[in-house]
């Protein structure tokens, strides 16, 4: 694969001006086609990410290439492919979704015939034509969303960056951007960001993970499932149990519970010994949730639980 048709990041750090490291030494290949998710909790780093390589944000270190062009070095050459819809991106208040997107495609450098032929495809193929002159200020949030994609589907960008594109929006609309979502892949680059792994899982081509400013795990979804080396859980509803696995690994989650992710055996072998004592406790396969969850936490070390009581 020539670079041509990749996304490079090499080293990216970015370091904002309190000494927030949010970018450390951040490498990534992936192809520049079809769809890339990036997932990670709350502070990852994604956001950073996405505006770097969406050149609003210039890295402390590091660089990245874009189908052959330099965030850096060919900065005007790259905004002319990509378009981006930032996390808190919103569409101005006091003008209507086909202002809008007129006067952003008019900015990008269409005429205004060409930015009325784009925008009424666009409004219609995301269901949103009926909202078309409406204020976008008396729009719903998931509408409000709904009318930024629009503005980077009509913009004829090959490369597409959406920082959470479906946060906000109702299941049905979610399923309505989703089919979107994989008709515009065919044809263009789309790097998202999303809390919601259903969705990387549906959507995405290759996920990546990111925690504390790193790359953690690069795949496909089967690839990042062979990634886990337990294949049950064990969820321990009540309060101060805690249960040595004899093979596995033990997690505390955010909620105080305890999970541990084991093989089967283990986990039937577990599991009597909760009912015997009365404990509420789940059982089940690994969910895309838990691998998740396992790749960006670290089994609690052994001394950690040393003190606490368990079985
Ligand atoms: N302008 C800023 N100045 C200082 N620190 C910042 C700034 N923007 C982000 N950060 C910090 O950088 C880290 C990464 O933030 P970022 O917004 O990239 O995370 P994220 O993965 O997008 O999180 P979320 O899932 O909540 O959107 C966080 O610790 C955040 O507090
Ligand atoms: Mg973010």
Redesign the pocket.
């Known amino acids: 694969m020539t670079n041509m048709e990749q996304l490079t990041v090499k080293g990216l750090t970015?370091e904002?001006?309190?000494g927030?490291?949010?970018?450390k030494s951040f490498s990534l290949a992936v192809p520049a086609k079809g769809i890339f998710a990036l997932i990670?909790?709350?502070?990852?780093?994604?956001?950073?990410?996405?505006?770097i390589l969406s050149t609003q944000l210039s890295p402390t270190s590091g660089t990245a290439q874009i189908s052959g062009l330099d965030i850096l070095k060919d900065t005007d050459a790259l905004r002319e492919i990509i378009a981006c819809v930032p996390?808190e991106g919103r569409a101005v208040g006091w003008l209507t979704p086909r202002q809008f997107l007129s006067s952003y495609l008019m900015w990008r450098g269409f005429t205004s015939k060409e930015a009325n032929l784009l925008l009424e495809k666009s409004l219609d193929e995301l269901g949103i034509k009926k909202y078309a002159d409406t204020l976008n200020r008396l729009l719903s949030g998931g509408t409000k969303r709904k009318v930024l994609v629009g503005m980077v589907m009509a913009s004829g960008a090959k490369v597409i960056f959406l920082?959470?594109p479906t946060t906000g929006l109702d299941p049905i609309s979610r399923d309505e951007l989703w089919r979107t979502l994989v008709k515009l892949k065919k044809d263009h680059f789309i790097f998202l960001?999303t809390?919601y792994l259903e969705e990387a899982e549906k959507l995405a081509d290759k996920i990546g993970v990111?925690e504390d400013?790193k790359l953690m795990a690069l795949g496909t979804m089967a690839e990042l499932r062979r990634k886990v080396k337990y294949p049950y859980s064990v969820k321990i509803l009540s309060d101060h149990t805690v249960i040595k696995p004899r093979r596995g690994e033990l997690i505390k989650g955010v909620d105080g519970h305890y999970q541990i992710v084991t093989t089967e055996k283990e986990a039937g072998r577990i599991s009597k010994q909760l009912i015997n004592r009365g404990v509420k406790f789940s059982m089940n396969p690994l969910t895309l949730d838990d691998i998740f969850y396992y790749i960006v936490r670290k089994p609690i070390e052994a001394e950690n639980y040393d003190q606490q009581e368990y079985y």
Not at 41 to 51: E, F
């Open positions: 970015k904002y001006e309190k927030k490291r949010a970018l990670g909790r709350n502070g990852a780093g994604k956001t950073t990410l996405i505006r996390q920082d959470e960001t809390h990111v400013g």
